[in-house]
T-cell receptor, first 114, second 116 residues
């Protein structure tokens, strides 16, 4: 079955640590996105990529980094520079042919700083 | 900043009743989408309406779009307990060149509770 897989489902980070969240899709989608969701809030865009080896900052990119070496994969690193990383992280993808396509989302990674 | 704002923030109804959620936005869009999120899960795409469309149906869902008022509504008819979830509107906008670059801006959502 095609879809997006995020791992791990739960992640605990110590102060000062970098952690990487995995996002893999087998939908052959060109565009991929990372969003952050805080309790009771909507989604805020961290980074997005429309094509391999290219990505752009979203609205809240500080303290995060990404790479897009393969079409299927778009990992997100939460660095120690991100002062409040505890949140629910969602990865999504969509085909870029034409503007009117919805996103397909993964099931999310819940990150907690301990 | 949030482009879409949903209203109400929370809605509680009985099974069989209709549920209406509203969304307002600020800038020009090329489409508006509605998503559903069950607690602790990812979002599921429900329906997309283009800026040149006024109404769209999908099963028990009906979406309207009024670009002059920059608003949209999602109607769920004959609600079921399984419809309990958060519902988000998201707007897709143009880039400087006038084409869509696929970024969506999400509102804060409406929490719908349907009591059996």
């Amino acid at each position: 079955d095609g879809g997006i897989t995020q791992s791990p489902k739960y992640l605990f980070r110590k102060e000062g640590q970098n952690v990487t969240l995995s996002c893999e899709q087998n939908l052959n989608h060109d565009a991929m996105y990372w969003y952050r969701q805080d309790p009771g809030q909507g989604l805020r865009l961290i980074y997005y990529s429309q094509i391999v080896n290219d990505f752009q900052k979203g609205d809240i990119a500080e303290g995060y980094s990404v790479s897009r070496e393969k079409k299927e994969s778009f990992p997100l690193t939460v660095t120690s520079a991100q002062k409040n990383p505890t949140a629910f992280y969602l990865c999504a993808s969509r085909p870029t042919t034409g503007p009117n396509y919805g996103y397909t989302f993964g099931s999310g990674t819940r990150l907690t700083v301990v | 900043s949030q482009q879409g704002e949903e209203d109400p923030q929370a809605l509680s109804i009985q099974e069989g009743e209709n549920a209406t959620m509203n969304c307002s936005y600020k800038t020009s869009i090329n489409n508006l989408q509605w998503y559903r999120q069950n607690s602790g899960r990812g979002l599921v795409h429900l329906i997309l309406i283009r800026s040149n469309e006024r109404e769209k149906h999908s099963g028990r869902l009906r979406v309207t779009l009024d670009t002059s008022k920059k608003s949209s509504s999602l109607l769920i008819t004959a609600s079921r307990a399984a419809d309990t979830a958060s519902y988000f509107c998201a707007t897709g906008s143009f880039n400087a060149g006038g084409t869509s670059y696929g970024k969506l801006t999400f509102g804060q959502g409406t929490i719908l509770t349907v009591h059996p």
